[in-house]
Structure formats: C-alpha cells, structure tokens
C-alpha cells in the first residue's frame, strides 16, 4: 500500500485554468482528485482531512518489486541512450506502479530525448485521464 498525504494548495490540475481545491467541497474535490489521479492502480482511495488530501494505493508488494526492477533496467538503457528500449521498459514498470514518481520522471526524461515532447509531457504532468 502507498501513502500520500498532499496539501490542498500543492495541487496543479490545469496549468492554464488554476483551481484552489480548499475553497470547493470536499465532494467536488476529492472527485477532481480521484480523476487527476486516474492512472493509478485501482483501487485506490482519496480523504481529505484538514486542506490535506490523503490518496491510498493499493499496490502489491510483487508490484513494487516488479517496478523497482524494471525501472532499474529501464534507467541502465536510458544512461546509454537506448532511450526506445527505456520507453517501453519504463512503460511497463509504471504499470506495475504508477503512484513511482522516479518512474515517471525517467519515462518522460525518456520520452523527451527520443524527440517525442508531447509524451513526456503526459508522463510528466498529472492530468484528467477519465
């Protein structure tokens, strides 16, 4: 299981259309919430306590193991420049664990050296996957 615990005020939904989640219901923004962080593994929960959003994961111990090595061999060939075989190395370790945000930084750093600057962009940013 992953824990995060992310003040209200940290979250960027939209670069271009800011929204302040402490001054919404809690309703509406644990559901922008939930929707931001679509990508992960399900289940997983958001609670927010206090301006504090607390987002659960559900992952395996065998899901971080898995992760962990794949992106180490991931890693290995993006330091070599085989950025294509990062990529899909990379891809593969972020679904054994999408809340890894080495993971998604190496993949979008990845991404951006291939030439391919719209996939690092998503790898990167957290967005309305839904």
């Not at 939209?14 to 962080?37: C, F, G, M």
């Not at 962009?121 to 967005?127: F, R």
Request: with cysteine; proline share 4%.
């Amino acid at each position: 299981m992953v824990s995060l615990k992310i003040s209200l005020d940290e979250f960027v939904l939209d670069i271009e259309k800011p929204v302040l989640l402490r001054q919404l219901p809690k309703e509406e923004a644990t559901t922008l919430i939930k929707n931001a962080y679509s990508f992960m593994l399900k289940p997983f929960e958001v609670e927010i306590k206090q301006d504090i959003a607390h987002i659960t994961v559900h992952c395996t111990p065998e899901n971080i193991n898995n992760a962990e090595r794949l992106y180490d061999r991931g890693s290995e060939h993006a330091q070599a420049g085989r950025y294509e075989k990062a990529i899909s190395i990379l891809e593969k370790a972020t679904e054994e664990a999408p809340a890894q945000v080495d993971i998604r930084r190496d993949l979008g750093m990845a991404y951006l050296e291939s030439g391919n600057k719209e996939q690092a962009i998503s790898s990167l940013c957290i967005e309305n996957r839904s």
